[in-house]
């Protein structure tokens, strides 16, 4: 035993079963199974702070009013325990809770990771800012509780009623859900990716209906509540969830646009907690497919002309700290190599025309350019594919990020020197982008919110996109992803 180990005070079972009112601060709690006491040991009123638990096994003690804070506890259980108890900022792996009733507790900043819940009654609890990974809940009664900022990741819900309390600002990523009820009032603040999330029912007056691409019809009904009601940021997530559950592919543009419009008109504190709450979702999504890149740039450029100065100087900082956070994850999952967004969407073609008779030039200029490219930002995957006459046009392919990268580059060298024409043609999942009366500078305005974002050409490839520019009158690209089913186009012009 270690110096250090010596010095920690360990719990020893003296066989009293009133071990109330102790104070058990820092103390280790290890190796011993309660079950086999002569009878439950009662905690009431004990002070758990700062204490580590592990292999222990709890058994129908009592631990109301006691607090557990800043506590960690490991490869443990707790079986038909009464809690009344506060846990804040505690950490829990790998503990089984099994048939315990958690009545009149607070449960706030604590994270759960691999954890299981089997037969849990949680009454006039309250949770707040939890994180529950690859966790599972069975068969647990909640009920006339408030749950708020909860998160959920590679967790199995089963046959759980979420719908007779309140429980909004939930987040899932890659769970599994079977009999799950929720309140569909709340189901605006709620965000889901990675799966499909099937197997959610919700109950609403008496009526249950099963959540999937069937009852798409049930969330734009909610979404229309929800802009009735000015709920701006449950429309704009409904909006989201319609795209995702339903697989419309739509612009997301115009009600974004909209809720950031409304936002901005609310008095201070609500317009704080409503931008707070839309930048959250898109660092949620920026990962996944919930959300088409050209919708996510459009969105972080027009959330960065967002004008700051009303609020207070700390929630100023704070904010632009999350816009910043937002910027470099949208970047990182356009230009990483393993980003998943790039999975679908890795193969962009697109041609660059030049006058015929700067043919040799123009194409060692390209080479030379795609070379530094993919130095900068690794393997961008240029390739001249071939060479069309009448006008010399340049067949090429290479990665969303290379092409946004390429014309960014262009447009910096030569903004006086030639006209650039930069045509979309979207594959079915972005065919509304440039519908609904889109003109040109605001097309020009997503490109250039997106442009923003990107990290600045190096000066050998600024030297080098000179060089295009100098042998063109004109250079048009035009870009389009690889899909069976190109449809929709727009312009974005200089």
Same mark, same amino acid.
């Given at each position: 035993?270690?110096?250090?180990?010596?010095?920690?005070?360990?719990?020893?079972?003296?066989?009293?079963?009133?071990?109330?009112?102790?104070?058990?601060?820092?103390?280790?709690?290890?190796?011993?199974?309660?079950?086999?006491?002569?009878?439950?040991?009662?905690?009431?009123?004990?002070?758990?702070?700062?204490?580590?638990?592990?292999?222990?096994?709890?058994?129908?003690?009592?631990?109301?009013?006691?607090?557990?804070?800043?506590?960690?506890? #490991? /490869?443990?259980? *707790?079986? =038909?325990?009464?809690?009344?108890? +506060?846990? &804040?900022? @505690? !950490?829990?792996?790998?503990?089984?809770?099994?048939?315990?009733?958690?009545?009149?507790?607070?449960?706030?900043?604590?994270?759960?990771?691999?954890?299981?819940?089997?037969?849990?009654?949680?009454?006039?609890?309250?949770?707040?800012?939890?994180r529950f990974i690859e966790c599972l809940f069975e068969d647990c009664n909640f009920e006339m509780n408030t749950a708020d900022e909860l998160t959920f990741e590679s967790s199995d819900i089963r046959r759980?009623?979420?719908?007779?309390?309140?429980?909004?600002?939930?987040?899932? #990523? /890659?769970?599994? *859900?079977? =009999?799950?009820?929720?309140?569909? +009032?709340? &189901?605006? @603040? !709620?965000?889901?990716?990675?799966?499909?999330?099937?197997?959610?029912?919700?109950?609403?007056?008496?009526?249950?209906?099963?959540?999937?691409?069937?009852?798409?019809?049930?969330?734009?009904?909610?979404?229309?509540?929800?802009?009735?009601?000015?709920?701006?940021?449950?429309?704009?997530?409904?909006?989201?969830?319609?795209?995702?559950?339903?697989?419309?592919?739509?612009?997301?543009?115009?009600?974004?646009?909209?809720?950031?419009?409304?936002?901005?008109?609310?008095?201070?504190?609500?317009?704080?907690?409503?931008?707070?709450?839309?930048?959250?979702?898109?660092?949620?999504?920026?990962d996944s497919e919930a959300i088409a890149l050209s919708d996510l740039f459009y969105m972080v450029g027009l959330l960065g002309e967002v004008p700051l100065n009303s609020f207070p100087l700390t929630e100023?900082?704070?904010?632009?700290?999350?816009?910043?956070?937002?910027?470099?994850?949208?970047?990182?999952?356009?230009?990483?190599?393993?980003?998943?967004?790039?999975?679908?969407?890795?193969?962009?073609?697109?041609?660059?025309?030049?006058?015929?008779?700067?043919?040799?030039?123009?194409?060692?200029?390209?080479?030379?350019?795609?070379?530094?490219?993919?130095?900068?930002?690794?393997?961008?995957?240029?390739?001249?594919?071939?060479?069309?006459?009448?006008?010399?046009?340049?067949?090429?392919?290479?990665?969303?990020?290379?092409?946004?990268?390429?014309?960014?580059?262009?447009?910096?060298?030569?903004?006086?020197?030639?006209?650039?024409?930069?045509?979309?043609?979207?594959?079915?999942?972005?065919?509304?982008?440039?519908?609904?009366?889109?003109?040109?500078?605001?097309?020009?305005?997503?490109?250039?919110?997106?442009?923003?974002?990107?990290?600045?050409?190096?000066?050998?490839?600024?030297?080098?996109?000179?060089?295009?520019?100098?042998?063109?009158?004109?250079?048009?690209?035009?870009?389009?992803?690889?899909?069976?089913?190109?449809?929709?186009?727009?312009?974005?012009?200089?």
């Amino acid at each position: 035993m270690s110096q250090i180990e010596a010095t920690v005070r360990r719990f020893h079972d003296t066989g009293s079963s009133k071990r109330e009112k102790e104070n058990f601060h820092g103390m280790l709690f290890a190796d011993l199974d309660l079950s086999k006491s002569a009878e439950p040991i009662s905690f009431f009123r004990s002070d758990f702070r700062q204490v580590k638990i592990q292999n222990f096994k709890f058994a129908g003690n009592n631990f109301d009013r006691a607090d557990f804070i800043d506590a960690y506890i #490991s /490869n443990s259980s *707790f079986t =038909g325990c009464q809690f009344g108890t +506060d846990f &804040l900022n @505690t !950490y829990f792996d790998c503990v089984a809770f099994k048939d315990n009733v958690e009545d009149t507790c607070t449960i706030a900043q604590c994270v759960y990771n691999k954890c299981t819940f089997r037969g849990e009654a949680f009454r006039n609890t309250t949770f707040r800012s939890c994180r529950f990974i690859e966790c599972l809940f069975e068969d647990c009664n909640f009920e006339m509780n408030t749950a708020d900022e909860l998160t959920f990741e590679s967790s199995d819900i089963r046959r759980i009623d979420f719908s007779n309390m309140t429980a909004l600002n939930f987040a899932f #990523s /890659n769970c599994k *859900f079977q =009999g799950m009820r929720i309140d569909p +009032d709340y &189901l605006g @603040t !709620y965000l889901f990716k990675g799966v499909a999330p099937q197997g959610i029912n919700y109950c609403y007056r008496g009526e249950e209906l099963r959540l999937d691409a069937e009852y798409t019809e049930a969330l734009q009904a909610m979404m229309e509540v929800y802009v009735k009601e000015n709920r701006y940021f449950e429309a704009f997530n409904s909006a989201i969830l319609y795209n995702t559950f339903g697989n419309y592919g739509k612009s997301l543009h115009a009600i974004f646009k909209w809720v950031v419009d409304a936002v901005l008109e609310e008095p201070l504190i609500r317009r704080r907690s409503s931008l707070s709450r839309i930048i959250d979702a898109l660092v949620f999504y920026s990962d996944s497919e919930a959300i088409a890149l050209s919708d996510l740039f459009y969105m972080v450029g027009l959330l960065g002309e967002v004008p700051l100065n009303s609020f207070p100087l700390t929630e100023r900082l704070e904010m632009e700290s999350r816009l910043s956070f937002l910027k470099e994850l949208t970047k990182e999952s356009l230009l990483s190599p393993d980003s998943p967004r790039l999975a679908n969407e890795r193969e962009i073609c697109f041609e660059v025309i030049v006058d015929e008779d700067q043919k040799e030039i123009a194409e060692d200029c390209l080479t030379r350019i795609f070379h530094a490219l993919s130095a900068s930002i690794g393997d961008a995957n240029f390739q001249i594919l071939g060479i069309r006459h009448g006008s010399l046009i340049f067949e090429c392919v290479a990665t969303g990020a290379a092409v946004v990268l390429f014309t960014n580059c262009l447009r910096l060298a030569s903004s006086n020197l030639i006209k650039i024409a930069l045509e979309f043609r979207f594959s079915a999942k972005y065919m509304h982008l440039l519908k609904s009366a889109r003109t040109t500078d605001q097309v020009a305005k997503v490109y250039n919110n997106a442009k923003s974002l990107m990290t600045p050409p190096t000066k050998d490839v600024y030297n080098l996109s000179n060089e295009v520019a100098k042998v063109a009158k004109e250079l048009r690209i035009v870009a389009q992803c690889s899909d069976d089913n190109r449809q929709g186009s727009g312009h974005i012009v200089d």
